[in-house]
């Protein structure tokens, strides 16, 4: 199998840029393409405070991007070629599409490891891409969830 481009999905926290550094170690080991993304879940509550909401909206909306552009500039000074995605909406749904849409071979994305009342309660973005994502999925997980035998 040949892995043309890699869909990097981050949120900007620690557990991402782990992913996103294994996934740059992958791409150029392997000379794939790079296409970072990071998703704003940014609901609508029309209200009095909209303005403000609107103002935050902006601001994250300018950070991603800039955020985004950064990791595309240190890709490419490293001589790969990267794209930046940037999508309104819940994180697994735009992951997805964003796989599909941009022709992704592999997905490389941090996952929390959380198990029992937590994984319930809070749910896994990463799971669900794993499950329905249109190619492999690579799972980075956190060094803090180290597997202990019972």
Same mark, same amino acid.
């Given at each position: ?51 403000? +909401? /609107? ?7 300018? !950070? ?9 500039? #240190? &890709? %490419? ?26 022709? +992704? /071979? ?7 490891? !959380? ?9 896994? #973005? &990463? %799971? ?23």
């Amino acid at each position: 199998m040949k892995i043309n481009t890699i869909l990097v999905p981050t949120d900007f926290s620690e557990l991402s840029n782990e992913a996103v550094d294994y996934a740059f170690s992958m791409a150029k080991r392997i000379g794939a393409k790079m296409v970072f993304m990071h998703t704003l879940e940014w609901p609508d509550h029309p209200d009095e405070m909209t303005p403000m +909401a /609107d103002e935050g909206y902006a601001f994250m909306k300018d !950070r991603g991007n800039a955020m985004l552009h950064d990791l595309v500039e #240190q &890709a %490419e000074k490293e001589g790969l070629e990267a794209s930046a995605l940037l999508a309104d909406g819940v994180p697994f749904v735009e992951i997805i599409q964003g796989a599909r849409k941009h022709n +992704a /071979d592999l997905i490389i994305m941090g996952t929390h490891g !959380r198990t029992g009342f937590s994984h319930v309660m809070m749910g896994s #973005q &990463a %799971e669900k891409v794993v499950r329905q994502a249109p190619c492999p999925v690579l799972t980075i997980k956190s060094p803090q969830h180290v597997f202990t035998p019972a």
